[in-house]
């Protein structure tokens, strides 16, 4: 005898579909359906488009890609395999149109020993630039330990 159970879903027919994922349809890296639940939870309107995350998405992931590249390029200028926060400060600050919309973003990096002139491993009474570095992380990051 046959079961009389429905299937899965409430569907008519047998089989599951495999659920696909908002990015996968998009044919995006950034996850659309994590945005959707920022952009609710954070409530910057009362209602937006089913559109709207999955435009957000690819202009995050368009971004990233652009910075990565140039500070890819970066790295390999100066005979480096990995990037680093300096690198991505090169990249940024280099390029005209990302120069412009990151007026008055600091990236700290322990190779960067004055921020704007007025900060620097002197100022706060710190003669070694790791000791003041490991000072500003623990500052704003809290303790690893």
């Known amino acids: 005898m046959e079961s009389s159970a429905k299937p899965a879903g409430g ?3 047998g089989v599951k579909k495999k659920a696909v994922s908002k990015s996968v349809k998009a044919g995006l890296q950034f996850p659309v359906g994590r945005i959707a639940r920022f952009l609710k ?3 910057y309107a009362q209602r937006y ?8 998405a690819a202009v995050l992931e368009y971004l990233a890609a ?12 100066n005979k480096k395999n990995r990037i680093n926060p300096r690198h991505v400060l090169l ?5 005209e ?3 412009y919309w990151s007026i008055g973003v600091e990236i700290l990096y322990e190779s960067i ?9 002197s ?4 003669n070694n630039a790791s000791t003041f570095v490991h000072s500003v992380e623990t500052a704003c990051f809290g303790s690893w330990e």
């Open 11 to 13: 569907r008519k027919g």
């Open 49 to 56: 488009g089913g559109g709207a995350p999955v435009y957000l």
């Open 97 to 99: 149109e990302l120069g």
């Open 113 to 121: 020993k004055v921020l704007n002139g007025v900060y620097g491993p």
């Open 91 to 95: 990249a940024v600050r280099n390029d």
């Open 41 to 43: 939870k954070g409530r």
């Open 66 to 77: 652009e910075v990565l590249e140039l500070a890819g390029n970066a790295a390999r200028d």
């Open 123 to 126: 100022n706060f009474g710190i």
